[in-house]
C-alpha cells in the first residue's frame, strides 16, 4: 500500500512539472529566398556610397562586395527584407535568420524594425566557403512596428557576402497548463502510474478522478 501511495506522490509531481514546462515555438513571419532571384528585386538593396562597394544577383542569391574594412559596420548595407512584409508586437521575443556565405572572418550588424525605430546587434562570424545559418535573437522587442525591415552593415567583412535567405521569427512560449486541466476535468479520463493517458480497457492499477482505481 505504501508502495503505491509513493507512486501516485510521483505521479502527481509529474504532473504539475509538466504544467510547468515551458517550449518555444518559432513562428516564421516573412522569409525570402534570394536564390535564381532577378535584377528588378535590387530597388531592395540600400547602399552607402563607399568607393568600391557593390551589389549583383548570382545563381545563389545576392552577392554584397565590401573592398575593404570600414569605420563603420554599416558602410555599405543592403535592406535584405523591405518594409511591408511583417509587423512586430512589443515585448515579443524575435529571430533574424540568415543563410549566408561569410568571405573573411568578421562582424555583421543586423538591424530589426523601421527607419525610425530599430534595435541592431553585432554577430561576429568567420570566413568560411559553404553557406553558414546565423540567427540573431531580439529578446524582448521593445516597439510594436507596423511595415518593418530588415537590414545589414558588412562594413567590417571584407570580400563578397553571398546571402541566399533571410527569415523572421516570432519565439512563442507555450505550456502544458491548457491541457493538463482538461485532461483532468474530463471525468472520463484514465492515466497509468507513469502519467500516460489509457483506454478503458486498460488492465491494472490507474489513477482516475485523482483517485488510484484497480482495472480488472
Excluded at 573592398?67 to 558602410?75: E, G, S
Aim: glycine residues 6%; hydrophobic residues 40%; negative net charge.
Amino acid at each position: 500500500m505504501r508502495k503505491y501511495l509513493i507512486l501516485l506522490v510521483i505521479f502527481l509531481s509529474c504532473l504539475k512539472a509538466n504544467a510547468q514546462q515551458e517550449d518555444d515555438e518559432l513562428v516564421s513571419l516573412a522569409k525570402v529566398n534570394f536564390e535564381g532571384m532577378s535584377a528588378p528585386f535590387q530597388w531592395l538593396y540600400f547602399f552607402n556610397n563607399e568607393a568600391g562597394t557593390s551589389m549583383e544577383t548570382v545563381e545563389d542569391g545576392i552577392a554584397i562586395t565590401n573592398p575593404h574594412v570600414q569605420d563603420q559596420a554599416w558602410t555599405p548595407s543592403a535592406v535584405v527584407l523591405p518594409e511591408g512584409l511583417f509587423n512586430l508586437e512589443e515585448n515579443h521575443d524575435y529571430i533574424i535568420r540568415l543563410t549566408i556565405k561569410v568571405p573573411s572572418d568578421g562582424t555583421y550588424q543586423v538591424i530589426l524594425g523601421s527607419w525610425n525605430t530599430n534595435y541592431s546587434c553585432y554577430v561576429n562570424v568567420k570566413a568560411g566557403n559553404e553557406f553558414q545559418i546565423i540567427d540573431t535573437e531580439y529578446p524582448e522587442y521593445g516597439r510594436s512596428i507596423d511595415d518593418a525591415h530588415v537590414l545589414i552593415g558588412f562594413g567590417w567583412v571584407e570580400g563578397t557576402t553571398i546571402i541566399k535567405e533571410v527569415e523572421v521569427l516570432e519565439k512563442r512560449v507555450t505550456t502544458g497548463i491548457q491541457s493538463v486541466n482538461s485532461a483532468k476535468d474530463a471525468k472520463d479520463a484514465i492515466y497509468n502510474l507513469a502519467g500516460q493517458k489509457v483506454s478503458t480497457s486498460y488492465k491494472g492499477i490507474v489513477i482516475k478522478n485523482g483517485k488510484r482505481v484497480v482495472i480488472r
